[in-house]
């Protein structure tokens, strides 16, 4: 059985920093392209950021320059390492492990709010 499981979601004030992690389970984790993906509140899911299985990270949109993501293939753990946090980061963080377009697994999602 799969398992997709995000955490480290909060409430953080602007500029502010916060650490999401995800672990999954149930799939050989070296092998998957893992990636962040966020849904601001009434509107569509979309991708923050990536590694491939080789290590390589992608950013896309507003976090670059403030995230950095990372990965342990020991722990099978992914983090996005979240700093000058901004109120428009507010949204449900999602970890998705990658094979394939038709290979994917999503966790459930945390919440992130920025706000004074």
């Known amino acids: 059985q799969v398992q997709v499981v995000e955490s480290g979601g909060g409430l953080v004030q602007p500029g502010g920093s916060l650490r999401l992690s995800c672990t999954a389970s149930?799939?050989?984790?070296?092998?998957?392209?893992m990636e962040w993906h966020r849904q601001p509140p009434g509107k569509q899911r979309e991708l923050v950021a990536s590694i491939s299985s080789g290590g390589t990270p992608t950013y896309v949109g507003s976090g670059k320059g403030r995230f950095t993501i990372s990965r342990d293939n020991a722990k099978r753990t992914v983090i996005l390492q979240m700093n000058s946090l901004k109120p428009e980061d507010t949204g449900v963080y999602y970890c998705?492990?990658?094979?394939?377009?038709?290979?994917?697994?999503w966790g459930q999602g945390t919440q992130v709010t920025v706000s004074s």
């Open positions: 998705n492990a990658f094979y394939s377009p038709t290979i994917s697994y």
């Open positions: 149930g799939i050989t984790f070296r092998s998957y392209t």
